[in-house]
């Protein structure tokens, strides 16, 4: 999302880096490269001028005059001004402190991913909260769109509340309060109808259902590949209705992030969380902190991890990297850790997230990193009998012929997954062999084909 800023902002502080000290007039160009970084980025304008303003202030003081590291000095400053542009340090929650059923009113335009964020919603306050939830669609002017957010409720294994036609969305709301506390739910989710635009009948609609069931909760859902029609969209609903958080959709679109910039400025509403694909599991908090390393090139570690902790089986991790430290991996093995990635999201978005690969991309002239081979790998195994997968060697012309035709790839691709599996087996045997403490004396080079010894063999490896 951010990618294009995230590359000119980098530009500004390499160009920084290469003075020795800052003058007033560097952080003025500077500045003004920040500046249409931002316009390009579909910031609004009212946003980057404050944002710039900040930046200035800070910047020419004596502590970055006289910094040995000038453009390190202006990174901290843009960093510590992108984190208060985006709401400050630290998630904001959802407010769940209300008496039982708490009301969530979900509002928006149609087409933003509103019935989508409802169901992930749902399943996030069923399994990590241990709520009970009901979904309620309000949505009596899109065909289907109440048998949308049933199926969406039976995927998050949630209840939903029982159609009945002819109802308006004030009686169904009326009526999903009184399911909730009838039936001891925590939380009652409402899905209000979208309009294509903003107009008085929808702004009545939702003004009207929030006069009847009090939320706890509105919470706006806009698609952030909208650019600045989502801050309009954000603005309108706040003035009109009260928005007490918003829910960006589509963060892993390639769209220049300007919405999610300006969003906290404009409406005063913080952003609470944010969609990144069409899986329910795909919704996560919005931490401020963390978006700005990220456009900043500073990585998002402890992103990373808590992604990491919420998908990856980790008895299955550990039974594999006990296997590995023994030297018995095999192909099996393998195909679990090709699973395991697989449920951490594209690889793209997993790299994303580590500090300094901007530039590892633009080194790669931006081309895209090819993930296809992993699934190729996953055929190719799948392709192979229960022997194959566990004694690899076995696997001559004949079989490997068997296993390209079964799995629709070539002799040569069976080929190189077996190499890659023979090196991979190699260093674990070597591993196994060093155990940590030779590890710790000779290093990593230890595990390489030749065991770290020079070319020619013989002799002790370095430092052992």
Known sequence: MFETLSGKLSGVFDGLAKRGTLSEADVTEAMREVRLAMLDADVALPVVKDFVNKVRERAVGHEVLDSISPGQAVAKVVNDALIDALGGAGAVPLNLNAAAPVPILMVGLQGSGKTTTSGKIALRLATRERRKVLLASL?????????????????????????????????????????????GYDIVILDTAGRL?????????????????????????????TGQDAVNTAKAFNEAVGVTGVVMTRMDGDARGGAALSMRAITGAPIKLTGSGEKLDALEEFHPERVAGRILGLGDIAGL????????DHEESEKIAAKMLQGKFDLDDYAAQIRQINKMGSISGILNMLPGMGKLKEAMGDKDIDTSVLGRHQAIISSMTKAERKTPAIIKASRKKRIAAGSGTTVQEVNRLLKQYDTMSSMMKRL?????????????????????????????????
């Open 197 to 225: 635009s903003i107009d008085e009948a929808l702004m009545d609609e939702v003004r009207a259902i929030r006069a009847e069931t009090q939320p706890a909760e509105t919470l706006l859902v806009v698609d952030a590949m």
């Open 305 to 312: 991890v808590e992604k990491a902790a919420d998908t990856l």
């Open 139 to 183: 949505d009596t002017q899109r065909p289907a769109a109440q048998l949308q957010l049933q199926q969406l409720a039976e995927r998050a294994d949630v209840a939903s509340l029982p159609i009945i036609a002819g109802q308006s969305p004030v009686e169904i709301a009326r009526r999903a309060m009184e399911v909730g506390r009838r039936e």
């Open 432 to 464: 196994n062999k060093l155990g940590v403490k030779g590890l710790m004396r000779q290093g990593l080079s230890a595990l390489m084909p030749g065991g770290g010894r020079p070319p020619g063999g013989g002799g002790r490896p370095p430092f052992g």
